[in-house]
């Protein structure tokens, strides 16, 4: 989350004057969004992503309770922090809503400064949360995805890949002559050189469903959703060119007299592999033929319902 962004609530009530008052009272610290019956609630849930919902126990339609099993039901929602708001002020309704995975009972009539804390209180557990998840995503060195946050982006978008029937590109990177590189000028420059290589893969990507992530050593990948071979090509191909133009010396390389970076690629669409391995198998080939070629060059093959990953090869050519 955007440091600046506000984080937002959602108030479920029937009531329209317990809505109105919650969300006056919420609205000067946060972004709040309102839900007068259970379906609503799930649907905004669902469209909105609140940090947290203000839920009230009885509602016409559908009670506290079910809204929550749903809720927790649907892996879009489950995480999303609940507290009950409600009438019943029995202890075996409090316990019997803490059972059921709310966050916290507040029972009516509110007070709104008891509200306000318990709402700060549970807001900023969800930013540690969400602060340790991220730390647990990101590779320490280049601050790009680490390969756990990769292996689990990419199976989320293989299978969205097979339901919309729009194709998949991914591609594999690998600074040229990096042993060469950490030799001549030492370990700590090597770290410098792949960070300002990692900066430049993640500025590359221009959708928030793009992807840049640490594979492995001096190799990065690159998940690029919803794009096919041409384009994703020629995005590989301009960074590419950036990586060269980053103009990072290096007097041990045989390729060029600055680092580089060899790329190999492929395009995927439903109907041409069966297993995700496949198309990272593809990309790992392409990235070996790139560098049996040369390197400094990009290598892509296309995928189609009638083929099996033909190759198709890009060398790089003219003079740096």
């Known amino acids: 989350m955007n440091p600046v962004e506000m984080q937002k609530v959602l108030v479920a009530d029937d009531d329209a004057i317990n809505r109105e008052v919650l969300g006056e009272l919420l609205m000067p610290e946060y972004t709040v969004l309102l839900a007068k019956n259970g379906a609503q609630t799930l649907e905004r849930a669902a469209r909105h992503a609140p940090d947290l919902i203000l ?51 507040i029972t009516k009539p509110f007070n709104a400064t008891v509200v306000m804390a318990r709402v700060a209180l549970h807001l900023q557990v969800v930013r540690q949360r969400r602060m340790l998840e991220r730390l647990a995503n990101v590779d320490g060195l280049t601050e790009l995805a680490n390969r756990r946050r990769f292996d689990e982006v990419y199976g989320m978008e293989w299978q969205r890949a097979r339901r919309s029937g729009r194709p998949l590109s991914l591609a594999l ?37 793009d992807l840049a992530a ?4 001096e190799e990065l990948v690159l998940l690029l959703p919803e794009t096919g071979a041409l384009d994703a090509r020629e995005l590989v191909s301009h960074l590419r060119d950036a990586v060269a133009g980053l103009a990072i010396a290096h007097e041990s390389s045989s390729v060029a007299p600055v ?61 740096l």
């Open 55 to 105: 839920l009230d126990v009885m509602m016409p339609d559908m009670d506290g309770y079910e809204v929550l099993r749903r809720l927790r039901a649907d892996p879009q929602t489950a995480h999303i922090a609940v507290i009950f708001i409600s009438g019943l002020d029995r202890p075996e309704d409090e316990a019997n809503g803490l059972k059921m995975g709310a966050a916290d009972y």
């Open 214 to 217: 640490r594979y492995g050593g």
């Open 259 to 319: 680092l580089t970076v060899s790329v190999g690629g492929a395009s995927w669409y439903p109907g041409s592999a069966e297993q995700p391995a496949e198309l990272v198998e593809a990309a790992d080939a392409e990235l070996y033929r790139a560098k049996q070629a040369g390197r400094n060059r990009v290598s892509w093959r296309e995928a189609t319902g009638n083929d099996n990953f033909p190759a198709w090869h890009a060398p790089w050519s003219g003079a």
């Open 173 to 209: 990177l690998d600074i040229d002559a990096f042993k060469q590189y950490n030799d001549r000028y030492g370990h700590p420059a090597g770290d410098r050189a792949l960070r300002s290589v990692a900066r430049t893969a993640g500025a590359a990507m221009r959708r928030p469903a």
